[in-house]
């Protein structure tokens, strides 16, 4: 599945006529840019995301976390993933959460993390690519080694942090079956010099339905 990565209200309905975007995911830096307080802006994107939205939560401490993430679910609903930080205090909180509300593990650079994930009871497991590849030297390797640890599990792989087409593309060879993109790179996805050009000689040599 593809996401759109904003919590901008108007590229959420941009992304959504495309009509193959999914869901949305967000955070904090994201909601940050909403004119919107964080609230108004979840409710506003669940009311209009085709599927699952995710919130990441910004306590500190356990019991905060977990009422904001209850709290999150009672704004967004069912279609509410939490993004909750790949830390010691974090694979805590998705095994408290996890039984009622849907659960990812954000920001994980090594696969035994995956694994924690997994064992919390977290749905997705999430890998910034692009920036593994800057701090680590090769985050596509990240996502197939998570996929290997992850492979008789029921967790998945969401590959965000991605900066080209090909990196997409990569990731998903690699063992991610969920992407998520900013409005200008899923724009882009669509785009191809030679798609287009094989597009205009139909147009040129060929005919079609009149109307």
Not at 84 to 100: K, M
Not at 182 to 211: A, D, M, W, Y
């Amino acid at each position: 599945m593809i996401y759109l990565d904003s919590a901008i209200i108007s590229e959420a309905e941009t992304a959504i006529k495309l009509g193959w975007i999914k869901g949305i995911t967000t955070n904090p830096t994201l909601l940050a840019k909403s004119n919107l307080s964080p609230e108004e802006t979840l409710a506003k994107l669940a009311q209009i995301s085709p599927g699952e939205l995710y919130y990441q939560v910004t306590a500190t401490d356990f019991e905060n976390m977990v009422t904001e993430g209850r709290k999150a679910f009672e704004i967004i609903g069912e279609k509410t993933v939490l993004k909750i930080p790949a830390t010691l205090l974090g694979f805590q909180v998705v095994a408290e959460l996890s039984p009622q509300i849907n659960c990812s593990v954000t920001a994980i650079y090594q696969p035994i993390q995956a694994v924690l994930a997994s064992e919390s009871g977290a749905k997705y497991a999430i890998a910034y690519v692009n920036r593994a590849t800057k701090l680590l030297g090769n985050g596509i390797k990240l996502v197939e080694e998570m996929a290997k640890v992850l492979a008789n599990t029921e967790t998945k792989i969401l590959a965000a942090s991605l900066k080209s087409p090909e990196e997409a593309a990569a990731a998903l060879m690699a063992g991610a079956t969920h992407l998520t993109l900013p409005l200008s790179l899923l724009e882009s996805l669509t785009t191809q010099e030679l798609s287009e050009k094989t597009v205009i000689e139909f147009n040129q040599n060929g005919r079609g339905i009149k109307i």
